[in-house]
């Protein structure tokens, strides 16, 4: 299976200029895109992540799978003929009075105010597409950051999976495939009409092939890596997986075998070591990742399945920095001035259960933007990065 990651440093705001950027280094890329099957963008990848409030957000909101980020990942993956997920800021409300008839007034009030005025519903989302415009799943971010909670509701009570089908290569594979799946968990769909293929033209998808693969395949975003609000800090020895690492412990009572993670995961690294060296990856950060993960190698947690299941991790993350922050001890002030830098080391490897190892085969650096590619089914000898569970 390949699967790749679209790391860069969008504006906020910015969508069209996000947008080009994001063609750019797609365009650019030295990462091999033909044969791809699965392409992750970050968290917010369009519209930028840090909104001190709703009313700032509010212009960019799109509606349910059919705003401009999805018609990106429509457009994308109909040329590279994969899956591309997106992250975006959700309408799921009925839209709004248009922004230039709010009266001047209004533009400053805060984001309590807004939503009760524009009675807004929005949600920190995914969305992921095929290349023949059908959405093939949809997820709404289940645990918020601070900067999320200006403007956005949790979506669900757990965590989802949907089982997605990939095709099986050949030693020498064609220069296209086709991608299908054949369950989701979400009830979206896009209502967006593509036009039909010419049968005739070079660009018509290919026959379907004679084999397939499926991935049970969980979908997460961020801060769903971590508890919800940190809570319970410290906690007790004693307490369930599901209360400690409950992503993790999806992952291993849903038999999840890929993991699809967007997020704007910040650094505590200074400026000038993200622009001294971007290249090299904030291995804090990455880490801290694998720890959240741990019970996927700990044999403790997954008895009787050593190494007997194989879990393709995708963690999709943005670089660069925005203006201003939200102040942590008072939620819901915004503070300008220094503003925040995200970690970027987007990364894609793979986890053996239970083995105590993660094997990444592509990782980018924190301020690099560009394509990390991995290729799961070509691991013989493949050169790339090892993490071991430290024991106790």
């Known amino acids: 299976m390949r699967v790749a990651t679209l790391q860069f440093a969008p504006k906020l705001g910015c969508v069209e200029v996000n947008v080009a950027r994001a063609d750019s280094l797609l365009a650019s890329s030295t990462a091999p895109l033909d044969n791809l099957d699965l392409l992750v963008l970050p968290e917010l990848a369009f519209t930028g992540y840090n909104h001190p409030s709703l009313s700032s957000i509010l212009p960019l909101l799109e509606p349910t799978s059919s705003g401009p980020s999805t018609q990106w990942a429509l457009r994308t993956a109909r040329r590279l003929n994969c899956l591309v997920t997106v992250g975006y800021p959700e309408l799921f409300s009925a839209s709004p009075p248009p922004v230039h008839t709010l009266k001047p007034t209004m533009i400053d009030l805060g984001s309590d105010d807004v939503a009760d005025y524009y009675k807004v519903t929005a949600y920190n989302s995914t969305v992921t597409v095929d290349g023949e415009g059908k959405v093939m799943a949809h997820y709404r971010k289940r645990f918020l950051w601070y900067a999320d909670e200006v403007w956005a509701q949790e979506g669900g009570e757990g965590f989802e999976t949907a089982e997605l089908e990939f095709p099986v290569r050949d030693s020498n594979p064609p220069s296209t495939h086709h991608l299908s799946s054949t369950v989701t968990t979400s009830d979206h769909r896009s209502t967006d009409e593509e036009e039909e293929p010419d049968p005739q033209s070079s660009s018509a998808l290919p ?55 967007s997020t704007a995961w910040l650094t505590n690294l200074p400026t000038t070591a993200l622009r001294s060296d971007p290249q090299e990856p904030d291995w804090d950060t990455v ?71 993660v094997f990444m085969g592509g990782v980018l650096g924190r301020g690099e933007e560009g394509v990390c590619g991995f290729d799961s089914e070509g691991m013989g000898g493949k050169r790339g990065w090892r993490l071991r569970l430290r024991e106790g």
């Open 207 to 261: 026959l379907p092939p004679s084999r397939t693969t499926k991935h049970k395949t969980t979908f997460a975003i961020c801060m769903d890596l971590n508890t919800h609000h940190f809570s319970p800090s410290p906690p007790s020895p004693s307490s369930p997986l599901e209360v400690t690492h409950p992503l993790a412990a999806h992952i291993l009572s849903s038999r999840t075998t890929l993991l699809v993670l």
């Open 287 to 357: 880490k801290f990742w694998v720890e959240r993960l741990s019970p996927l190698l700990s044999p403790q947690e997954s008895p009787g399945e050593k190494g007997e299941r194989e879990i393709i991790c995708v963690f999709a993350n943005r670089c660069g920095e925005e203006d201003g922050k939200l102040r942590y001890d008072e939620p819901g002030e915004w503070e300008a001035g220094e503003g925040v830098r995200y970690a970027g080391s987007s990364w894609i490897g793979k986890i053996a259960v239970g083995k105590g190892e």
